[in-house]
């Protein structure tokens, strides 16, 4: 897994929850499951953070050649920003674990119905049902 996909993607390395017949909507056995997925998305992007500050640090020189110091500063560059979006899902994150704590993960934001297990499992720091989430990227592309 290359740095520049870490913040787009979901984490890895984790079974899908088997739903069993009649089971309750966010139960305990769910809640740890999506808590093991968030926590450990989290770690991944914290070793991330670490990597590059040691990159940077290491490989920071001082090229006499323009175009060296050039190509080194727009590598750096790409590296905070791809840093900055994860300190942003970093965020997302902990407010996903918080709503995990108050029992309030897994419910639309907006109109307060079930978000959905698989669709929590693709995007595990989703805070609208996908219809809310419809209805705000409309809304989005109407305002540009």
């Given at each position: 897994?290359?740095?520049?996909?870490?913040?787009?993607?979901?984490?890895?390395?984790?079974?899908?929850?088997?739903?069993?017949?009649?089971?309750?909507?966010?139960?305990?056995?769910?809640?740890?499951?999506?808590?093991?997925?968030?926590?450990?998305?989290?770690?991944?992007?914290?070793?991330?953070v670490d990597r590059t500050v040691d990159h940077m640090r290491d490989d920071a020189a001082n090229y006499p050649d323009p175009n060296d110091r050039a190509s080194q500063e727009s590598e750096f560059s790409l590296e905070l920003r791809t840093r900055d979006r994860e300190r942003k899902l970093?965020?997302?994150?902990?407010?996903?674990?918080?709503?995990?704590?108050?029992?309030?993960?897994?419910?639309?934001?907006?109109?307060?119905?079930?978000?959905?297990?698989?669709?929590?499992?693709?995007?595990?720091?989703?805070?609208?049902?996908?219809?809310?989430?419809?209805?705000?990227?409309?809304?989005?592309?109407?305002?540009?």
């Open positions: 897994m290359t740095s520049s996909t870490v913040a787009e993607s979901t984490p890895f390395n984790f079974s899908p929850y088997a739903e069993k017949e009649g089971e309750e909507y966010m139960n305990n056995a769910q809640q740890e499951h999506f808590r093991d997925i968030l926590t450990n998305w989290k770690n991944e992007l914290m070793i991330e970093l965020k997302k994150i902990g407010e996903s674990l918080a709503n995990l704590d108050s029992d309030d993960y897994g419910y639309c934001e907006s109109c307060g119905i079930e978000i959905g297990v698989r669709r929590l499992e693709a995007r595990p720091t989703a805070d609208l049902c996908i219809d809310c989430k419809t209805l705000d990227e409309i809304r989005e592309k109407q305002m540009s």
